[in-house]
């Protein structure tokens, strides 16, 4: 089965900073990819995801690129923010939707004042 | 506004202890999934359900079963609880082929 693995586990930035979280995945059949954020306390919430036969997309202060050749893609917030803080989630299904995920194993972003 | 209800946040249980989450959704979606959260250890899939009465094993299914007779409610089942079974248990429900999964606040179950 699919396996992702996501990096770092933790991450600390300086607001106004740059934040980078990086996955791989085992199955070149993979061809949809979520991102999720978690707040403390909260559910989790999709913020952002990229299919195959895209290499990159954009949201504001967000972006998700796809290297499928490498099997990796990453997420990148620019300017972050105090409320950028959380854990994020990446996953991948080879389902083309989200109907069957599996999950990275979290990356908790701390975005310092 | 898609809502995921779980029937309780926390919940303290004995060893050996039959152990019933309930998971109900409004959006009348097809999908229903149950997650264990770990730290360290990510979203780990359990059990998911494509339509009443089917289900399908996850990649952690020992130790637990499911139930789902009607297609708003999708039930976890720990038939004997056991201490490696505490843990945040995250219900989530997806309408068919879509992007987004919409998950329940979670139910905090310690088995002591």
């Known amino acids: 089965g699919e396996n992702v693995e996501q990096h770092p586990s933790t991450l600390s930035v300086q607001e106004g900073d740059s934040a980078v979280i990086k996955c791989t995945y085992s199955d070149s059949a993979s061809n949809y990819f979520p991102w999720y954020k978690q707040e403390l306390g909260k559910r989790p919430q999709l913020i952002i995801d990229?299919?195959?036969?895209?290499g990159e997309k954009k949201d504001q202060r967000i972006a998700v690129t796809l290297n499928k050749t490498a099997k990796h893609f990453s997420l990148h917030i620019t300017e972050t923010q105090p409320e950028d803080s959380a854990v994020y989630f990446c996953?991948?299904?080879?389902?083309?939707?989200?109907?069957?995920?599996?999950f990275g194993t979290g990356t908790r972003l701390q975005v310092t004042l | 506004d898609v809502k995921v209800t779980q029937s309780s946040r926390y919940l303290v249980k004995r060893t050996g202890e039959k152990v019933f989450l309930e998971c109900v959704q409004d959006m009348d979606h097809e999908n229903m999934f149950w997650y264990r959260q770990d730290p360290g250890l990510g979203l780990r899939l359990i059990y998911f359900s494509y339509d009443v009465k089917m289900k399908e094993k996850g990649d952690i299914p020992e130790g637990y079963s499911v139930s789902r007779e009607k297609k708003e409610r999708f039930s976890l089942i720990l038939e004997s609880a056991s201490t490696n079974q505490t843990s945040m248990y995250l219900c989530?429900?997806?309408?068919?082929?879509?992007?987004?999964?919409?998950f329940g606040p979670g139910t905090r179950l310690t088995v002591t």
């Open positions: 990229i299919r195959s036969n895209v």
């Open positions: 989530a429900s997806l309408a068919g082929h879509s992007y987004e999964q919409y």
């Open positions: 996953a991948a299904s080879s389902t083309g939707t989200a109907s069957k995920l599996t």
